[in-house]
T-cell receptor, first 112, second 113 residues
């Protein structure tokens, strides 16, 4: 079973600080997704990265896919309380019936 | 509103009972999934259906039986519920089964007493 490891597992910061969450694997993925999940809700897709080295920005969030397509990072600038949630990365293989393998998650708390 | 919907939102039941969770998507997707999220928030795929055909069946006990009457619906029936079945179950859907990120429903929190 391929595993995706996220770090850190828990992160508690003050509003306005920057942070980076990492997602690492020994496997090569066709694409990688980042989701945010709030309590009592399902994961919501933030971004999909496909090309090695790709960088995507979503307002204050910057996503990067590693050159070898085995790892990814999520950087948040000037975090806000609304960013609080569980961040999940997921790797997908085109040849595996679309099965996504999820990371173990990073719980982010942004204090006002 | 286009979405993936599940019922019920909460399900509390006794060990040994049989229960079902229903899922519907109105996104026009042809692939649907069931995922299980445990108490540590780890999300793992259980089943995947593409055009009503089972394409992924992970190592899940036979007590779990998915049924897809049409492309827009994927229900999950669980027989002889056990304490370890307590978790949040998410239905999801995507267009195509090759590498498309699934869109998730709101989840069903199952508690087995």
């Amino acid at each position: 079973t391929q595993l995706l490891e996220q770090s850190p597992q828990f992160l508690s910061i003050q509003e306005g600080e920057n942070l980076t969450v990492y997602c690492n694997s020994s496997s090569v993925f066709s694409s990688l997704q980042w989701y945010r999940q709030e309590p009592g809700e399902g994961p919501v897709l933030l971004v999909t990265v496909v090309t090695g080295g790709e960088v995507k920005k979503l307002k204050r969030l910057t996503f990067q896919f590693g050159d070898a397509r085995k790892d990814s990072s999520l950087h948040i600038t000037a975090a806000q309380p609304g960013d609080t949630g569980l961040y999940l990365c997921a790797g997908t293989y085109n040849t595996n019936a679309g099965k996504s393998t999820f990371g173990d998650g990073t719980t982010l708390t942004v204090k006002p | 509103d286009t979405a993936v919907s599940q019922t019920p939102k909460y399900l509390v039941t006794q060990m040994g009972n049989d229960k079902s969770i229903k899922c519907e998507q109105n996104l026009g997707h042809d692939t649907m999934y069931w995922y299980k999220q445990d108490s540590k928030k780890f999300l793992k795929i259980m089943f995947s259906y593409n055009n009503k055909e089972l394409i992924i069946n992970e190592t899940v006990p036979n007590r779990f039986s998915p049924k897809s009457p049409d492309k827009a619906h994927l229900n999950l029936h669980i027989n002889s519920l056990e304490l370890g079945d307590s978790a949040v179950y998410f239905c999801a859907s995507s267009q195509g089964s090759s590498g498309r990120a699934p869109r998730f429903g709101p989840g069903t929190r199952l508690t087995v007493l």
